[in-house]
């Protein structure tokens, strides 16, 4: 289906007042992969909706029509699959066009856009990946033939620092007094700089054991 022939569609849904993230729903469900993007469908909704009613490309002043040819395209997209990090006044001098047309191939034409690397704690290789999955289902299967001892089985460990003086809290601190009689003052008490690591063990049962970490003594990794 031509693209003019999907800005038709867009044109319909916008003045049966429908919203863009439907107009996008219902296309997709009738043309699948080959439905236009969400950018497509937001551009042209905006368009009609400040005023436009052709559903054709608006002529273009002072520049051949040819300028963007589907070999252009197609290189510009093979570049990108080569390098990924490729910038757009890069791309526009290896093809030789503007960087205007470079930027309307990618969002229009190939549907790019370029993100920043999104920071995770490490990355998984593939073997990670299938170990986990395999663990998992393992897992699973002994909690599905019995809860209560899958859970029993499993003993957690954890460290925590305990400082030797621990002032009550706000909420510890209430006391009950009648009406119209003041309440409780005490006075200010921080947390004392002497401190301890505890590592406390435990089970579905409840705490196992706990070991104190000796003065001078590390723990390490």
Known sequence: MEKSEFRVL????????????????????YYGDSAPSI???KKWSTEFRCGRTSTSDAERSGRPKEVIT????DKIHEMILDDRRMKVRELAHAVGISTERVHH??????????LSARWVPR?????????????????LAMFSRNPDEFLRRFVTVDETWIHHNTP??????????????????????SLSANKVMATVFWDARG??????????????G
């Open 70 to 73: 589907p070999e252009i395209v």
């Open 123 to 139: 990355l998984l290789t593939l073997d990670h990946k299938r170990n986990r999955v395999t663990t998992s289902k393992k897992y």
């Open 168 to 189: 009550e809290t706000k909420e510890q601190s209430k006391q009950w007094v009648s009406r119209g009689e003041r309440g409780p003052k005490k006075a200010k008490q």
């Open 10 to 29: 867009i044109k319909h849904y916008f003045l049966c007042k429908k919203t863009i993230t439907e107009t996008k729903e219902k296309l997709d469900k």
């Open 207 to 220: 705490v196992i054991h706990i070991n104190y970490l000796k003065k001078g003594k590390t723990i390490t």
């Open 39 to 41: 950018s497509m469908v």
């Open 105 to 114: 191939i990618l969002h229009e034409y190939l549907d790019m856009r370029k």
